[in-house]
C-alpha cells in the first residue's frame, strides 16, 4: 500500500527541489560564456550621417544586448542566488554596465549634438540618466521596473535616435549626427579613463585568492564596452586610423581581443600578495594587456590632437 502521508513525500519534493536548482546552477555555469566576444561590424562601412549614427548606436549597445539575449539573461537581479554562486558571468555583466553608462554619456554629448550649448536629445537624456543608470540588481515588482526592462529602454532610445538622423537639414523633428576631432578627442579620452580604472582594479594589493576571478571577468565586461565603442568609432571615422597610426590601432585592437579570449581554466594570482610564488599571476598578466591598451590609446589621443 502506498504511503502519501507527509513525512513520505515531502523529503521526496524538497530533494527534488534540491536536484533541480543544482541543475540550473550546473547548467547556467556550463552554458554561459565569458570569452571571445568581439563587436560585430556592419555589413557595409557607413558612408553617410545616417550609416554612422545607426553604426555608433550599435557600437554602444551591443554588448549590452548580447547579455540580455543570452541563454539565461541578465544575471546579478537573479533571485536564485546565482550571482553569489556563478560569478564569472554575474561580475562580467556588471562590467559591461558599467562601462555602458559612462560610454552612453559621453557619446550623447559628443556625437548626438553640434556644440557644448545644444540640448542632448531627450531619448538619449532618457537613457543615460534613467535607464542604464537603474541598478544592475533589481528584479522588480510583478516584473515592472527591474533591471532588464529598464536596460532594454535603454536601448531602444539609442535605436530611436539613430532612426531619427535623417540627414535632411530640412526636417525640424531630425536628430543630429556630429562627429568632429574634438569629439573624437573626448570620447578617447573616456576610453583611455575608463581603462585605467580597470587597472586600478588589477592593481589592489586586496584582492584576495577568491575573488581574483570577480575582478578579471569585470575587467572583461568593461573592456568588451570600451572595445566596441572604439571599433564603431573607426568605423565611422577613418582618420583615426591615418592620423593615429595604423601600429597603435593594430596593436590597440590585436589587446583587447587577447582581452577578450583571456579565459584560465582557474585564476589564481601569484600569491596575490607580493606575487613571488611560483604560481601563475592570471591578475599581472591581465594587467599587461590592459596597460597596453592604456597607451596605444594615449598615442591616438595625442596624434588626434595634433
Same mark, same amino acid.
Given at each position: ?44 562601412? /557607413? ?73 542632448? /536629445? ?185
Amino acid at each position: 500500500m502506498t504511503d502519501f502521508s507527509p513525512r513520505t513525500w515531502l523529503p521526496r519534493v524538497l530533494l527534488g527541489l534540491v536536484g533541480v536548482y543544482i541543475l540550473y546552477i550546473l547548467c547556467v555555469g556550463a552554458l554561459t560564456t565569458v570569452a571571445n566576444q568581439t563587436y560585430k561590424a556592419p555589413a557595409e562601412t /557607413p558612408k553617410d550621417d545616417v550609416a554612422r549614427a545607426s553604426c555608433i548606436a550599435e557600437a554602444l549597445v551591443q554588448p549590452m544586448e548580447e547579455e540580455l539575449d543570452g541563454l539565461f539573461g541578465w544575471l546579478p537581479n537573479d533571485i536564485l542566488l546565482v550571482p553569489r554562486i556563478v560569478d564569472n558571468k554575474t561580475n562580467y555583466q556588471r562590467g559591461v554596465i558599467y562601462a555602458t553608462r559612462s560610454a552612453s554619456e559621453v557619446l550623447a554629448k559628443t556625437v548626438a549634438r553640434f556644440g557644448e550649448r545644444d540640448t542632448l /536629445p531627450p531619448m538619449l537624456v532618457n537613457a543615460t540618466t534613467k535607464d542604464f543608470a537603474y541598478a544592475d540588481d533589481v528584479w522588480g515588482w510583478w516584473f515592472l521596473y527591474n533591471s532588464e526592462k529598464r536596460y532594454r529602454d535603454g536601448i531602444k532610445n539609442w535605436r530611436l535616435w539613430a532612426s531619427k538622423v535623417t540627414g535632411n537639414p530640412e526636417d525640424k523633428k531630425a536628430q543630429v549626427y556630429n562627429l568632429t576631432t574634438s569629439d573624437i578627442v573626448e570620447i578617447l579620452n573616456w576610453a583611455i579613463k575608463t581603462v585605467d580604472y580597470t587597472l586600478g582594479v588589477l592593481n589592489d594589493d586586496k584582492v584576495g585568492h577568491f575573488h581574483g576571478d570577480d575582478v578579471i571577468y569585470y575587467v572583461k565586461g568593461i573592456s568588451h564596452v570600451v572595445d566596441c565603442v572604439i571599433e564603431g568609432l573607426l568605423q565611422c571615422d577613418t582618420s583615426i586610423a591615418e592620423r593615429g597610426g595604423k601600429e597603435n590601432v593594430d596593436e590597440l585592437l590585436k589587446r583587447l581581443s587577447m582581452i577578450s579570449r583571456f579565459n584560465p581554466i582557474y585564476v589564481v594570482g601569484g600569491s596575490y600578495g607580493v606575487g613571488d610564488s611560483f604560481w601563475p599571476n592570471h591578475i599581472a598578466a591581465m594587467a599587461r594587456h590592459v596597460d597596453v591598451v592604456s597607451n596605444r590609446l594615449t598615442d591616438i589621443r595625442n596624434a588626434m590632437e595634433k
